[in-house]
């Protein structure tokens, strides 16, 4: 046989093929999600997310030893808070869930790297991503009330702001209200092509906030959508966000790599709570190998263009890095 190109040369051995490889993941870019729950005491395990747990705001430090443990130095904190009300009152208390989570995991560990997401859902009594008018939220008084709570984040230390609730103009207000009260530098991280998903399920029960009726499909992106993800990007890019996210991840790989494509920012992906929860049940029913479909999920986002991933399995994925399994 005169075959001159055989790709295969550079599959045979272990080490060639870790030579060649054109994706390269590292801890570094993985953030793990966090969620605090203010009426518990301890740790209780996430019945619709097998493997994560809720953490009480005495063991909100265990969560980022467990973290640091494996080589991950990113969090995301989400809230649920005691109380709740039609606009979200919590949210923004100085003494809220998050507001005391982040100032006992700054004061403990500084160099842990925390993000909070800032929405509203879990923080209403209707479950609604903002303030309503009718069955409808209201746009601009949503644009108040987030802007409060990202500032009330970052005084209490926040490293970074992640906003997931999809109102229009939320990015330039947070901007304003940040840059205002000598917060120029901390950055934003918009949650910028995020889709109306049924992949949201176990972290809604996790985070109590389903909507109480209706849906987000009046502010969350239609998922036939492409090109309304560009305009998403763009129009957080010239508010002023620091890094762009496509959510969710495995389904929406085509648009993580057309935002890469089309912004020089940063791009996060999260790979959210249903995807993790599909490879839990499918492992816990024996039909897949769960740590290698962890593996290639994680190194699809990747290999689509993401340069961070948010992931309920940082902390796997971070030790199947270091061991060289991928990456
Ligand atoms: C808050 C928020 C949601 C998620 C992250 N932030 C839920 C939603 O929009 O309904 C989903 C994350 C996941 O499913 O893992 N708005």
Redesign the pocket.
């Known amino acids: 046989m005169n075959l001159i190109n055989r790709p295969r040369r550079l599959r045979r051995t272990d080490e060639v093929r870790r030579l060649c490889r054109e994706t390269r993941l590292s801890s570094d870019s993985l953030i793990w999600?966090i969620f605090v729950d203010e009426a518990l005491s301890g740790v209780r395990p996430i019945e619709s997310l097998p493997g994560q747990n809720h953490y009480g705001l005495d063991s909100v430090t265990q969560a980022v030893e467990e973290s640091l443990a494996h080589g991950v130095t990113h969090g995301v904190l989400?809230g649920l808070p005691r109380h709740k009300d039609a606009c979200g009152s919590s949210a923004w208390a100085e003494d809220g869930v998050i507001q005391q989570a982040v100032r006992t995991i700054k004061a403990a560990y500084p160099h842990f790297h925390v993000i909070t997401?800032v929405?509203m859902?879990?923080y209403t009594d209707h479950g609604h991503?903002g303030i309503l008018c009718g069955e409808e939220v209201d746009n601009d008084k949503t644009l108040e009330v987030l802007s409060k709570t990202a500032l009330s984040h970052v005084m209490a230390g926040a490293d970074m702001v992640a906003p997931?609730?999809m109102m229009d103009g939320r990015i330039a207000a947070i901007r304003e209200t940040l840059d205002s009260h000598g917060f120029a530098m901390t950055p934003i991280m918009a949650?910028s092509a995020?889709y109306a998903?049924a992949?949201?399920?176990?972290?809604?029960s996790a985070?109590g906030?389903?909507p109480a009726f209706g849906d987000?499909r009046g502010y969350?992106m239609d998922p036939h959508n492409r090109r309304e993800a560009l305009k998403e990007c763009a129009l957080d890019v010239s508010e002023g966000a620091d890094i762009l996210m496509v959510?969710?991840a495995l389904s929406y790989l085509d648009v993580i790599r057309e935002c890469w494509d089309a912004f020089d920012l940063p791009l996060c992906a999260?790979?959210?709570?249903?995807?993790?929860a599909m490879i839990k049940a499918a492992s816990a029913a024996g039909l897949v190998d769960e740590y290698r479909v962890m593996c290639e999920t994680a190194l699809s986002i990747f290999r689509a263009g993401a340069d961070m991933l948010i992931t309920?399995y940082a902390k796997e994925l971070s030790d199947a890095i270091r061991r060289g399994d991928i990456g």
């Open positions: 999600p989400f997401d929405c859902c879990e991503c997931s609730d949650y995020k998903s992949f949201y399920g176990p972290f809604r985070a906030s389903a987000r969350q959510k969710p999260y790979s959210v709570s249903g995807e993790y309920y």
